[in-house]
């Protein structure tokens, strides 16, 4: 079962490895991970998608509360939450895809944030079943390159603070 | 005023009630070490390695539940400490270590003895800091004390950039400490406890298992008065020993790997399992899925990790155990009405038959010595009172089997990491913290090898300690697997003639050297070696073919033994289950 994991940490040198360390040195698997100031500087907070069964999730939100640097974990699968990923994708479409590749841009609500003779630079945002579904649909016309930030979430009511 | 890093590092050691450091100087501490120099409060202890003063450190704090404390240089000095410091880690012993680390401008340069010890030693610290500037260097040590005495303990480290020892700030000590990401659970939740209670008022075949938690808690008390209010049999891990008295008539001794049958048999009996600040360690539980297979569990601890990490809970508790225990005992006194007596008779009964089945036991009638036999007679001439550690192996599992631990903090030895070389220098800490306390090392061939330098910081601090070796040429514990799994091909396990003549090396350390090779000789050298006020190295040279008996293989139930004379009798080869 997949789920996605904010964390709350003290915004130090060295929480990152703790984090990625728990989950290495634990055969933890991490999805993926992304990490940012919160609004206060003190405060970093990480998102983390991971997957397991009940205990290996319990086990993980325990191990996460036990590091000294961790303030709070939140499993978003107990709470209506919002979730978002940004990807940007190269795309290398033959000329006569290309206005093609524009309309499904914008289908999607994706920017292009840059263009070259040969190629255009996709942005989309959304949840994870949007940014498959455009993948799906571009691949045939040739991505080029592929860069994800990984998952970020946000409760819906606002995550209370610690 | 102004001090220097150096200087505030021993005003806060002072601050926090340290007498004694064990470390090893070198080239970024030395100003540490030129403070240290004049220093009247505080008295460094100089081993002859830093992997054993970290092990002094962990014996000193074992014996006495306060910190301890080792200071040692960067580089080689850091990285020889990481041994002690997983063993401590593992078996949850508050440590807090100093490494000496290169200039902060030089750091990750590759400099000269320069290694990334915060890195190295992240996944077996409970934390460890990296201090940049000495404007920190106060904080950070009264979060590192703090951190490692609370909550469940462990070992820090605080890494130190010789600059930083130099620089200069205002010495100001932080009277409280108050951290928002560290919170340790010490309160039980009282609905839980007293579910706990009812559960042990309908139980029929109750047991208590108790760990290492117990003696950390100082919870010895708690739970002696919870076994003989309510009747209960008590197991004890290896690091439970001396929680509750072993000489008790409800004491079941140890279970597990090597357990006592009738510790193995009431767990798997049993319909009620209290686990008292324990983890459910492996060699503990044996097949898990065949572990304790009737009873319902009800497990304490501080650790809220250690809860369903390995075997599933049905009344979870985290907490301290002693106010979880306070606790306990008030509501099973209070709301509980129980004619406790009546109520266990066939169950008591029923472990007094397991117990009368299958003592444990050992071949007696032999002049060559057993060394089971030299454990009995050690806890016949101290009465049970001295502080025991041990090496690993079979010397360690025979002293959990047959030496009475009846207090809490008298018996030291590495159990989670199974660390070989611990027993010396463990004892030696002991020792320092306990200068009149008979302190012993219960040592194999094998693993005294492993820090045997310590003799010489024994012998220079006059540390009377004693050394028992168990001489049977042989890795032996390695041994017993590959005799009973691996065909008897023993692919270097056989020490023989490369053991040295211990009682020289004793010598050549200005330590005193006996021996022993017949039985009748035992008790003659334990009691000449308890009278001489230096430290003694006994070698007791052993039958080189005795095993340790009951034993679960690794992988099977833990009521699947195998014990002495079924294995004698049968002759045939076992498996080993996987």
């Keep these: 079962m997949r789920h996605t994991i904010s964390v709350l940490v003290e915004n130090k040198f060295g929480v990152l490895s703790r984090v990625s360390g728990l989950f290495s040195g634990r055969g933890y698997n991490i999805e993926s991970l992304s990490v940012g100031e919160t609004i206060d500087p003190q405060i970093s907070i990480m998102t983390i998608v991971t997957s397991g069964d009940d205990w290996v999730i319990e086990q993980i939100d325990k191990q996460l509360n036990k590091l000294i640097d961790v303030i709070k974990v939140v499993d978003m699968k107990e709470l209506d939450h919002v979730e978002r990923e940004m990807v940007l994708i190269k795309v290398a479409p033959r000329a006569e895809d290309k206005a093609e590749v524009l309309r499904i841009a914008e289908i999607f609500r994706g920017r292009i944030v840059d263009s070259s003779q040969k190629t255009y630079t996709i942005e989309v945002t959304g949840d994870e079943k949007k940014i498959a579904a455009i993948v799906d649909i571009l691949k045939p016309m040739g991505i080029k390159e592929f860069v994800r930030t990984g998952k970020i979430a946000i409760a819906r009511e606002g995550l209370k603070k610690y | ?578």
């Design chain 2, 1 to 578: 005023m102004k001090l220097s890093g150096a200087e505030i590092l021993l005003e806060c050691l002072k601050k926090e009630g340290v007498k004694h450091i064990f470390g090893y100087p070198g080239g970024v501490v030395l100003n540490i070490f030129d403070q240290l120099h004049d220093e009247k409060e505080l008295k460094l202890i100089l081993t002859r390695h830093e992997q054993g003063a970290v092990h002094a450190a962990d014996g000193y704090a074992r014996a006495t539940g306060k910190a301890g404390v080792a200071l040692v240089t960067s580089g080689p000095g850091a990285t020889n400490t990481v041994t002690g410091i997983a063993t401590a880690a593992m078996d949850s012993i508050p440590l807090v270590v100093f490494s000496g680390q290169v200039p902060t401008l030089l750091i990750g340069n590759d400099a000269f003895q320069e290694a990334d010890i915060v890195g190295i030693t992240r996944p077996c610290t409970k934390y460890n800091f990296l201090v940049k500037d000495v404007g920190d260097l106060a904080q950070i040590i009264k979060e590192a004390f703090y951190i490692a005495t609370t909550g469940r303990p462990g070992p820090v480290l605080i890494d130190l950039p010789k600059d930083v020892t130099t620089a200069k700030t205002d010495f100001v000590w932080p009277e409280s400490i108050k951290m928002r990401s560290y919170n340790p659970t010490y309160e039980g939740n009282k609905w839980m406890i007293s579910q706990a209670a009812h559960a042990i008022a309908k139980a029929k075949k109750p047991v208590i298992v108790a760990g290492g938690g117990v003696i950390i808690s100082g919870a010895s008390k708690e739970l002696k008065e919870l076994a003989e209010h309510a009747k209960l049999p008590v197991a004890m891990t290896l690091m439970g020993l001396g929680a509750f008295p072993g000489s008790h008539k409800l004491s079941l001794g140890m279970p597990g790997m090597h357990g006592t049958y009738y510790a193995n048999k009431s767990i798997q009996e049993s319909d009620l399992l209290i686990a008292i600040g324990m983890r459910f360690d492996d060699r503990v539980t044996g097949k898990v899925s065949a572990f304790a297979p009737h009873a319902k569990i009800i497990h304490i601890d501080i650790d809220p990790t250690s809860i369903r990490k390995n075997v599933r809970v049905d009344i979870p508790i985290v907490g301290d155990v002693k106010r979880v225990l306070t606790t306990l005992n008030k509501v099973l006194k209070g709301e509980v009405k129980e004619q406790w007596k009546e109520v266990r008779k066939a169950w008591l009964k029923q472990i007094d038959d397991f117990k009368a089945e299958r003592p444990l036991t050992y071949d007696r009638d032999t002049d060559i010595i057993k060394p089971q036999f030299v454990i009995e007679k050690i806890n016949e001439l101290t009465k049970g009172d001295a502080i025991i550690t041990t090496e690993v192996g079979q010397n360690q599992m025979w002293t959990a089997q047959f030496y009475k631990f009846d207090k809490p903090r008298t018996f030291l030895s590495s159990g989670g990491l199974g660390t070989m070389g611990y027993g010396l220098p463990a004892a030696i800490g002991a020792q320092l913290a306990f200068p009149n306390k008979l302190v012993i090392d219960i040592a194999g061939d094998g693993s005294i090898q492993m820090n045997i330098q310590e003799l010489a910081t024994a012998v220079i601090n006059r540390f009377p300690v004693k050394v028992a070796i168990l001489n049977n040429r042989f890795l032996g514990m390695v041994r017993q697997w590959q005799e009973l799994f691996f065909k008897e091909r023993y692919s270097h396990t056989r020490l023989d003639e490369s053991v040295p003549d211990f009682v020289k090396i004793a010598e050549a350390y200005n330590a005193v050297g006996l021996r022993a090779v017949k039985r009748s000789e035992v008790e003659p050298v334990l009691k000449e070696a308890f009278k001489i006020k230096r430290p003694v190295l006994m070698d007791f040279v052993i039958d080189w073919k005795e095993k340790v008996y009951p034993m679960v293989p690794a992988g099977a139930a833990i009521d699947e033994m195998l014990f002495l004379e079924e294995v004698k009798k049968s002759g045939k080869k076992l498996k080993a289950v996987k």
